[in-house]
């Protein structure tokens, strides 16, 4: 295994405070801590977040992932002035986020106005071996002279989401010398909150205790010998509780001695712990490239690991924000996201995630099923927008219409349905991957029943053929159309996946079976036409076609609706993300090669790609079609939504689902990893500016390592594994490598449609 | 008149943003708006509150004065860099609040890292005539180049009270080009506050709108030539209404109208019109002085400033915060500090005003009688925290236990009762100053009897006399003791004028008379002993004394909590404020010179002052004693409280009670104003370092000025009055100077007790 990267945050630069806080967050999946300076900057946005626990802070509000009390700032006075990087002269500047640790580090050399130079060093990790803990260590020397040095930490609850203030603060106290606890829970009552922090000194000093205004504090004031270093060794334990199982009072008194336990330890033996869990999670799951650029790596480590450090696999009651645990943006609620762009990563590395992230969607089922009665429709309506209940927590209102003034409404909510025939699409893809009978049998077909049946009913008849109309595809700028042929493809293979799994565990349901069997035999889908093209609707192919070029030249930004407001958007063929191509990407087997090479040729210049889902997923289909060049342009430019210069890019938390597409885009792309018909497929082809791919891969009970190269295939394998390589099918046992020239090119020609019926 | 003065901020210091903030917010009894710079800046809490707008956040919280939406704050960039005072270089700064016209003006010319020069000026003030209007101007001015330059300013509602959020967005829109609303209610949807906002730029740019996350931000970015100024002209109108009379959206679209009057009108329309009004004030209050150190003036005005700025006497149900309305310390809550410190400037000035502050107490009679009657005692017990409604607002927690580490509970509202005999003693002194009949024979009566009614239930029997126990005087480092001095002579004061002024306005309750009367009869008044010393309750000479000079060298920051818990506070001879001297203060008539003079000797060596209504009470007391010398040190460091040295002396606000000390230690001290008997009495003596006062004085229905120096006094009087000038009985009619030579000292060993009766 090469060794892992590092993310490195090049300079101080205020511009770029939130972007780097989000990209370099520490987080292990039930907790994430924005990199945020331990100083405070002006618009520099702390953030703590804890899996799962979401508030509605107020009646126009929508529920949200509740930023927590603050347990990372230390306020430094040297010599009475306050320290901040804005002030004086950086000298040496060092800050990165070390992967195989998931440690945070900065090291500053810094002159002050008075010309006093300090070392200022700071670590962080949030532990992968114990959820709830992290620890942080803030080291400062006096280089030149001995300095009056005064820190402040504690636990700061004056942290808000953009002011909305989800947490009442029930009690603060001190323990002893050095430990503090404050308990909160939200305004609801629904969940109890409960920080535990213990503040150790190297060097003796001035010490007190504050509680005022939502802070509790510890001062540490003392005068340090030049050359001397003070550091604070600052273990915290994030724990919240929605039961009531136990007392508050026990819950707070085992939270307090859990830290103790881990103060003892240290920071240094809790990072080993740390460490060696990260090891195993790499084991697993790193992907290995040798490339021109060393950006490739860091990105490709980068998505990796937030993969891990986004995903509470600790809780089937949670799933994915769009942000991930990295920031308040989408108000950390769940999209389609997690199931079409973050559940490949899981379902070939650690399956049973993939499971968990299901089950949360089953667990959801009430509120799916709620949302379609309130609307007059059967089965199961998944909201757009999830958090903890299944409920719609879509907002009402997003940006000012550039013509009236006024707040416009957010469609998605009312008309996005596609999410019901991707959740379905995924338990298909987990059982093809995993052959999971259990979770099928159980969850599964429940979850296809029930998305099925809305299909069912959403349609409207239309001289005797079914049409699905007032929708919103995966293209937001294009609203409330007819027969969007995203959504009618999906359904149908939503609806046929029901039928045929219902058939294979003998689940009876005449009168469901009669509906479906009718809505597959009758249900509209949009034939391409001579040239390929799929129509993206019914009216989409007739509205005017404008130069996007400026647009598409800030592509992620929306420009164009600061243009045009959006209804004019939507009177022309503008897409603000694949669409058609989206769909060739989902259902490989139902479109030809020339098909797919069709439809990106004729969308992608329509599309500003304005979602950071979209070129990703232009790549794969690039690349699948053939063409590796334009692939990995396609795959830089999404590696770069969260890691391009663009200082704000990832201001309100990283693009958790770009990083899904980091990880397909190499899997599902180059290395042309794809189930058809139960079977694992995989056809290779590097960018010529890689020599070497490697990654573990999970295929049901077997555990392969991959190591692809320009002109052969070597796979290690715990057990035997039947799959078609480059169009072949191969067998691969224990290790063994097979040559490029031995096999000829696959037919382009053809889909596979055999058992997927029509179409 | 003498030229008004002007505050200024001497140098920009991170450490003394607060300070500034507070001294130099503008306000106008209706609004105000903290003086934080247009930029941000870590650490500085920008404010804006409207008088009586309170909410409660949380179920552990109490009602706080709610900071709204801001509207000051203006986002610059300067080539892309964000603009801030910490970086670059400061060449010229000009800071200050000019007492005329209330208009905050700052002017920087200041160096950026890259050498570029740029001046920096703006300019706001809150209207005197229009209260709901504040008007701002903010200009930029590139010196050395032409610059690329961006502002980015609008209503921003993600301001909190530490973390406390009191509003919900209800709706956010623009108006044509320039115009800006935002609707906000209280999460309890008690009141609705529509912040409406025009910003005009004095040249083109581009110009864009957006609405994210509670922000609703103007964005104006264009190219400004060398020497050529970009102004933004910000006209904002802040309404609220509790009441449902008119709709929400009339409300709003009348509020819009009004504003666009006012921007019509321009800043410096609107500027002319608000100094007009501000010099009616002034003509009314001012007091001048003749002072070897300029800064005593400045200190005057500043005080007088505040005193209007402060007080909504636009709105009978509010009344005054202990920070005014420039912080939110203590919540925004109303203490005695209105009625004991605040009210002798009113009635002397506006006695409207005066009667407005009580009437707000009589308003608000219902709570009190409510909290009497939950603790098992008659009459009306008011709150020792007051916000809207008149329940009691005291937090239940204040500061960590250095002991124990769990927070004190605040055991004010418990015992602290004496806020009942201060509310009657200000309904007394009211009607003394004004003979204001049909006040005293409604409002005033019956506050006297109800509070009355409490002291006769509150006292407690033993051994045949009555005694007052378990309370807290004034000293509020001696909790829970027994017949406080304080509280049982100011109890006895109420109920004794109970009496009279039922007697003199025929009120009859036979049940009530014979139970006062027999309260006067038996109430133990803790007598002076053979030096004048008179006990501060049952225990306290009992007590040990320790050495308080390295707390008394901290006076106000309560730095003996730090080294002893409270309850080790209290079993020591240790004061936080005059309690005894206090009551000398209040009731000169019961105590003889000599009894004033041994009190101020025995216990300020036993107080700390760490109370900012300590010290100038003791100077008010040294003067009345002949000692100007002491008289006046205390007066400066009791101006000091807010324009001392101290950089975080004021960081949530001004101390209101303490500008009203100031004026009380010049006219109540320095001039020797007094009411004895229902007659006005001045004994005027300046310190050595004045050679004139001035001042303006209402007195029934006279307007007199006066004019002191230290061989005479003159008055100028709109009518006749009769005073006591030294002593001696005189009439002022006209204009007329007195020469100090032809008066004798009045003799200093006996009270005047005949009309009061016992003691």
Not at 95 to 104: C, I, P, T, V
Not at 499 to 522: E, H, I, P
Request: one cysteine or more; charged letters at 20%; a negative charge.
């Amino acid at each position: 295994m090469l060794t892992l990267t590092t993310l490195t945050d090049p300079a101080f630069c205020p511009h770029s405070l939130n972007k780097y806080a989000s990209v370099m967050a520490c987080g292990n999946g039930y907790l994430g801590v924005r990199a945020a300076h331990e100083e405070d900057y002006t618009g520099q946005t702390r953030g703590m977040y804890l899996a799962g626990v979401y508030h509605r802070a107020g009646r126009h509000d929508t529920n949200e992932l509740v930023n927590l009390p603050d347990v990372m700032a230390v306020g430094l006075q040297l010599d009475g002035e306050n320290f901040t990087l804005l002030a004086g002269e950086i000298l040496s500047w060092q800050r990165e986020l070390r992967f195989a640790s998931g440690e945070l580090c900065r090291h500053v050399i810094w002159r002050s106005a008075s010309g006093a130079r300090f070392c200022i060093e700071s670590r962080r990790f949030v532990s992968l071996d114990q959820l709830p803990v992290l620890a942080q260590q803030f080291s400062v020397t006096p280089l030149d002279a001995p300095a009056q040095i005064s820190l402040t930490t504690g636990i700061d609850a004056t942290q808000t989401n953009s002011g909305r203030q989800h947490l009442d603060e029930v009690s603060v106290r001190v323990y002893g010398e050095q430990s503090l606890q404050g308990i909160y829970e939200t305004q609801d009552q629904s969940t109890e909150v409960v920080i535990s922090a213990s503040c150790q000194f190297s060097l003796p000093g001035e010490r007190c205790f504050t509680a005022k205004n939502r802070r509790l504090s510890c001062h540490h004031a003392l005068t340090v010998a030049q050359g001397q270093t003070v550091t604070l060794e600052k273990i915290v334990r994030v724990a919240h509780r929605h039961e009531q199982a136990i007392s508050p009072a026990t819950f707070a008194k085992n939270a307090m001695n859990a830290l103790q336990t881990c103060a003892v330890l240290g920071y240094e033996k809790l990072l080993e712990e740390t460490t060696r869990a990260w090891q195993k999670r790499w084991d697993t799951s790193r992907v290995a490239v040798s490339a021109d650029d060393p950006q490739d790596q860091v990105a490709l480590d980068y998505a990796v690991w937030h993969l891990h450090a986004m995903t509470p696999e600790h809780d089937e009651r949670c799933s994915i924000a769009a942000k991930g645990l990295t920031g308040e943006g989408y108000k950390g609620h769940v999209f389609w996201d997690t199931e079409i762009f973050l559940l490949p990563f899981h379902l070939f590395t650690r399956p049973q995630v993939a499971r968990s992230l299901l089950r949360y969607r089953w667990l959801n089922l009430p509120g799916a099923r709620e949302k379609a009665r309130r609307n007059g429709w059967p089965g199961a309506l998944f909201p757009w927008e999830s958090a903890a209940s299944g409920d719609e927590e879509t907002p009402e209102f997003a940006a000012i219409n550039i013509r009236t003034g006024l707040r416009q409404k957010v469609a998605s909510a009312l008309a996005e349905h596609h999410i019901v025939a991707d959740i379905a699409w995924a338990v298909v893809a987990y059982w093809q991957a995993t052959h999971d009978d259990d979770f099928m049998r159980k969850e599964g077909l429940t979850l296809l029943i029930e998305t099925a049946m809305f299909w069912t009913g959403r349609a409207t008849e239309v001289e005797g053929r079914l049409e699905i109309h007032d929708v919103i595809g995966p293209d937001e700028y294009t609203e409330h159309v007819n027969n969007n042929a995203y959504t009618n493809y999906m359904a149908w293979h939503n609806v046929a996946h029901a039928l045929t799994f219902m058939q294979k565990f003998n689940r009876q349901d005449a009168s469901f079976t009669r509906a479906a069997s009718d809505f597959l035999q009758r249900l509209w889908l949009p034939p391409a036409d001579a040239q390929g093209v799929i129509p993206q609707d019914d009216t989409f192919l007739s509205k005017p076609v404008i130069d996007l070029s400026r647009y598409k030249a800030h592509a992620g930004k929306q420009t164009v609706l600061l243009d045009y407001s959006r209804a004019e958007v939507n009177a022309m063929q503008i897409l603000k993300q694949a669409d058609v191509v989206m769909l060739t990407y989902l259902l490989p087997a139902h479109f030809t090669r020339q098909q797919c090479q069709a439809n990106l040729a004729f969308y992608e210049p329509r599309t500003i790609h304005d979602s950071s889902l979209s070129k990703v997923i232009h790549g794969i289909v690039a690349a699948r079609c053939g063409d590796t060049t334009r692939a990995y342009d396609f795959w830089r430019s999404g590696a770069s939504i969260d890691l391009g210069d663009d200082p704000h890019s990832s201001d309100d938390g990283i693009h958790a689902a770009a990083t899904g597409a980091i990880w397909s885009g190499v899997i599902q792309g180059f290395a042309g990893l794809d189930i058809i018909d139960g079977e694992l497929q995989l056809s290779p082809a590097l960018p010529v500016q890689w020599q070497r791919l490697s990654f573990p891969l999970r295929w049901r009970d077997a555990q392969l390592t991959l190591v692809i190269e320009h002109d052969a295939v070597t796979i290690n394998t715990t057990s035997s594994v039947a799959l078609q390589l480059w169009g072949l099918s191969v067998m691969a046992t224990g290790q063994q490598t097979w040559w490029r020239k031995d096999f000829s090119l696959p037919d382009s020609g053809t889909a596979t449609t055999a058992t997927e019926g029509k179409p």
